[in-house]
């Protein structure tokens, strides 16, 4: 059975192109060859929009390069947004999302804020469902892989005033990629950065928005060069209060208390870190969402207090913290190396995810078959 929240409704009608054998791609099963983000499925989803005309000729087709004027405002002021989920392989051969509405719907809080136009919830699910189901072929099957899927809008007027673009290109590619950790669940150190900040109050940061991540590419870079993983991200006002790790949202376990950052306007509402926060009463665990100073997490860190740290995310859904280096001093969280809680709610996500295991929380959504 096919879930009705997902598919029942063929919102709109999509033109869709078939592709013959020899037009279709050598496919790339291997998940050592298929890393993250760098093979694409044979076809793609789009829809164009015009100001006074809405969203229209919806397209299955071969997956392709974009004519795009120069002066197209994307190009100038990064009128962009984009979202990011998965489809998994169930063993049982079902292929699910998860939560894939909070994608739809976040999509539309970023466009409201980039001043962009919403693409409505149920033609996003079905236009994922389609396409996904079309391109089954290439959902890997190996542990711990899955399809990548990444809906995007840009604006296409081309024209150099700054000002919301009169037309819009929304797509969806799908790329198969392999298991996060290529040698297993492993920890990582973070650079705590108290330069660079990646977004501010009142700004754009609790937006999926390419400019934010623009923003924080060379801090990334540099935290690299020193020989640490991730960034750990401090507020951009008083670079006191942690907000985020890398493009995760960031927890730490004090005691039985497991505690993420407010979300402070700069911060994005991971549907990851949601999803911990709805099921951490499950594993006997009260959660806080508050400030949390540097401090709080420095002292925690020397005190054995803090127990565990981790990054949150569809990507690498749990990503164990070791330790990190604030102003010039290396800091262990716990005994360094993969905690209890970390590595539960990693299983009981991906068990979930995975269809591995029944789902309580209704969050799992089966849209076809492989
Ligand atoms: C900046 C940032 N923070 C947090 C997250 C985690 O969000 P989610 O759990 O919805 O993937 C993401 C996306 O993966 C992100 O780009």
Redesign the pocket.
């Known amino acids: 059975m096919l879930d009705d929240r997902v598919c029942g409704v063929k919102s709109v009608h999509i033109e869709v192109e078939e592709l013959s054998e020899e037009q279709k791609k050598p496919l790339v099963t291997d998940p050592a060859k298929l890393g993250f983000g760098k093979v694409f499925t044979d076809r793609m989803f789009t829809a164009r929009y015009e100001v006074g005309r809405g969203w229209f000729d919806h397209r299955i087709e071969r997956y392709h390069d974009f004519p795009l004027d120069p002066a197209a405002c994307v190009l100038h002021y990064a009128q962009e947004i984009f979202e990011?989920l998965k489809a998994y392989a169930s063993e049982d051969g079902r292929i699910l999302l998860f939560r894939p509405e909070l994608n739809a719907r976040r999509m539309n809080r970023s466009a409201r804020r980039m001043a962009m136009p919403e693409f409505p919830e149920e033609d996003f699910l079905t236009a994922i469902r389609e396409l996904v189901v079309r391109e089954k072929r290439w959902i890997p099957r190996a542990p711990e892989t899955s399809l990548y899927i990444r809906p995007t809008m840009i604006a296409t007027e081309a024209f150099l005033g700054v000002h919301a673009g009169a037309s819009y290109l929304f797509y969806i590619i799908l790329s198969p990629s392999g298991p996060y950790f290529q040698e297993g669940f492993k920890p990582v150190r973070l650079y705590v950065e108290d330069v660079y900040v990646r977004a501010v109050p009142g700004g754009v940061g609790d937006v999926?928005t390419g400019g934010?991540y623009a923003a924080s590419i060379l801090a990334g870079a540099e935290a690299q060069k020193k020989g640490f993983s991730q960034v750990l991200w401090l507020d951009a006002k008083e670079r006191k209060y942690v907000e985020?790790v890398g493009?995760?949202?960031i927890f730490f376990v004090f005691g039985q208390k497991l505690v993420t950052p407010a979300l402070s306007g700069s911060i994005?509402a991971?549907?990851?870190?949601l999803s911990i926060l709805e099921m951490a009463g499950d594993l006997g665990y009260e959660t806080e969402e508050r400030p949390i100073s540097i401090d709080e997490v420095v002292a925690g860190a020397a005190d054995g207090t803090l127990t565990e740290a981790f990054g949150?995310?569809?990507?690498a859904v749990i990503s164990p913290v070791s330790g990190f280096r604030y102003k010039g001093r290396d800091y262990q969280v716990g005994p360094g190396e993969v905690g209890p809680v970390a590595r539960d709610l990693y299983r009981r996500l991906t068990d979930l995810q995975w269809g591995r295991v029944p789902d309580p929380y209704g969050w799992v959504r089966e849209i076809g078959r492989l």
């Open positions: 990011g999926k934010n985020e493009a995760m949202n994005l991971g549907h990851t870190r949150a995310g569809t990507a």
